[in-house]
């Protein structure tokens, strides 16, 4: 507890997933991928529950191995590729109301997929959330790995014009306007203004930045073999 305040750290694992099959139980480091998000949220003083909301038995399994609580599996139904994770999260709260009389505060929420995101940021997101009485949610962020001011489009004729709105006149990269990413690794807000709402990105939401190695999503083969580069990276140097 916080302030006062009942935070859930709700981690979202379906089983199925098309660019790496079973992404989320994937070897990283000796251990499946799911569970450095277990690992980070069970470790910040500031979550009070951390609980793995999953269509599979085996990912349900890994989570309670490694500490998550696991109190019911998802219907297969809210797993699907098109499913949203606003599904899964309601099926989670009106689960948890019904079942366990539990009602939580604030959610954070920890996709499985980004597992260098630690105890530390989640702290510090969560204490800049709790600070600002005008936010309604907090969202984690990186600055963008490609500036869009550097994209095009291409036209019917095959000729490449830069985005619409974009200053043509802009070419050195240090003379470009930051601009950043979400990251996928935070997402905060208290549960009455999500109910309200229906969405973490609202005319009031704050962001919490993170730096670019920090905000790794693994998403395609080539994310996983990056973040497995940057570990070896880590382990040569000590």
Not at 35 to 62: F, M, N, P, Q
Request: include cysteine; proline fraction near 4%.
């Amino acid at each position: 507890m916080f302030n006062g305040k009942k935070i859930l750290g709700l981690i979202t694992a379906r089983g199925g997933s098309k660019g790496i099959p079973w992404k989320n139980i994937v070897d990283l480091g000796g251990k499946p991928l799911i569970t450095w998000t277990i690992e980070a949220s069970l470790k910040s003083d500031l979550i009070d529950r951390t609980i793995v909301t999953t269509d599979s038995g085996e990912i349900a399994e890994i989570s309670k191995k490694y500490g998550a609580d696991v109190p019911f599996l998802r219907p297969p139904e809210l797993a699907l590729d098109e499913s949203s994770s606003y599904d899964a999260i309601f099926h989670a709260l009106d689960w948890l109301k019904e079942n366990e009389k539990i009602e939580y505060d604030i959610i954070c929420l920890l996709q499985p997929t980004s597992p260098f995101r630690d105890c530390s940021h989640i702290n510090e997101a969560i204490e800049k959330f709790m600070k600002d009485d005008n936010a309604l949610s907090s969202i984690s962020i990186c600055e963008a790995v490609i500036n869009p001011y550097k994209m095009v489009t291409v036209n019917e004729n095959g000729y490449i014009h830069k985005l619409e709105g974009i200053n043509t006149k802009i070419d050195r990269r240090q003379d470009l306007p930051r601009v950043y990413q979400f990251n996928g690794a935070i997402y905060l807000m208290r549960i009455s203004d999500l109910i309200t709402k229906g969405h973490f990105i609202t005319d009031k939401t704050i962001y919490y930045q993170m730096d670019r190695e920090s905000s790794i999503d693994i998403d395609e083969p080539l994310d996983l073999e990056y973040a497995r580069y940057l570990l070896e990276r880590k382990i040569s140097k000590t």
